[in-house]
């Protein structure tokens, strides 16, 4: 059996970018996604591409920092300061129609071209917020992902629906996404540890590997600092991500051969 473990968040902040890394070095983790739209990414890049063995992926934002491209390109996507809509607002503006595929698919680019100017080629791709996944967003991301040769693109398929609300959500979404993805690998499975309740320790991880097909574990290591307090609204967690995927038990239960990177 085969599992992917990826630590999300990449770039964030420089606190989160030595938690990524140390879950790597000392733990689990052997994919990292990147986002490239905070003033932290480009000297967390050049880390990343220092570790050995670790794969580098692009972590799609439209809903956290601000824009590659020029934000007078993509008003659609910018508020008046030149700064992405925080996540409410912009799904309300996607599903009425006020999000423009065309700026969509520029910003997009412009993003993978940033990663693969600072040397990651950007083969693998998630998204902040899981925004990828929305229907209207995910036509356009399937489009442009083909387009620049993308070779895995994240579904969010638990591998047993569970009652909660954002994990039903995100299945259907995944399902109704599957179209828009079609001839882009991605895991037969997903959990997100961040987000899992119960909170599952180290043991309920490992035990996670006996689903079949190559599964996706994701979680958000690092360090609180403060700018990450001013960024983004995860931040408590980060530290007991970092624990778990640094477990011994659960290094030794995954061994290094079952864990792999998206793309090989």
């Known amino acids: 059996m085969s599992?992917?473990?990826?630590?999300?968040?990449?770039?964030l902040s420089?606190?989160?970018?030595?938690?990524?890394?140390?879950?790597?070095?000392?733990g689990v983790v052997r994919s990292a996604s990147l986002l490239v739209t905070y003033?932290?990414?480009?000297?967390?890049?050049?880390?990343?591409?220092?570790?050995?063995?670790?794969?580098?992926?692009?972590h799609l934002d439209l809903v956290g920092g601000h824009p590659a491209s020029d934000p007078t390109s993509v008003p659609s996507l910018c508020d008046e300061d030149g700064r992405f809509y925080p996540l409410p607002v912009f799904a309300r503006r996607v599903f009425t129609g006020r999000v423009r595929a065309a700026e969509l698919a520029a910003e997009l680019r412009a993003q993978s071209a940033r990663a693969r100017s600072w040397?990651?080629?950007a083969l693998a791709w998630d998204s902040h917020r899981h925004v990828h996944l929305m229907p209207p967003v995910a036509r356009v991301v399937g489009h442009v992902a083909r387009d620049l040769g993308v070779r895995w693109l994240r579904r969010a398929r638990p591998p047993r629906v569970?009652?909660?609300?954002?994990?039903?959500?995100?299945?259907?979404?995944?399902?109704v996404s599957d179209l828009a993805f079609?001839?882009?690998?991605?895991?037969?499975?997903?959990?997100?540890?961040?987000?899992?309740?119960?909170?599952?320790?180290?043991?309920?991880?490992?035990?996670?590997?006996?689903?079949?097909?190559?599964?996706?574990?994701?979680?958000?290591?690092?360090?609180?600092?403060?700018?990450?307090?001013?960024?983004?609204?995860?931040?408590?967690?980060?530290?007991?991500?970092?624990a778990l995927l640094t477990?011994?038990?659960?290094?030794?239960?995954?061994?290094?051969?079952?864990?792999?990177?998206?793309?090989r």
Do not use: C, M, N
Request: charge should be negative.
């Open 3 to 11: 599992i992917i473990v990826t630590a999300d968040d990449l770039g």
């Open 14 to 26: 420089a606190g989160v970018t030595r938690g990524v890394l140390e879950a790597h070095r000392r």
């Open 39 to 58: 003033p932290d990414a480009q000297e967390a890049a050049a880390l990343a591409l220092g570790e050995p063995d670790l794969e580098v992926g692009l």
């Open 119 to 121: 040397g990651i080629p």
């Open 162 to 175: 569970r009652p909660q609300l954002k994990t039903a959500s995100l299945h259907a979404a995944s399902l």
């Open 182 to 242: 079609r001839g882009i690998r991605g895991p037969a499975w997903y959990v997100d540890l961040t987000s899992h309740r119960p909170h599952l320790d180290a043991a309920g991880v490992a035990l996670l590997a006996a689903y079949g097909g190559v599964g996706e574990l994701s979680a958000h290591p690092g360090y609180v600092d403060d700018d990450l307090r001013s960024r983004d609204a995860l931040v408590r967690e980060r530290t007991g991500d970092l």
């Open 247 to 263: 477990d011994p038990l659960l290094r030794t239960a995954f061994g290094h051969d079952r864990v792999v990177w998206r793309v």
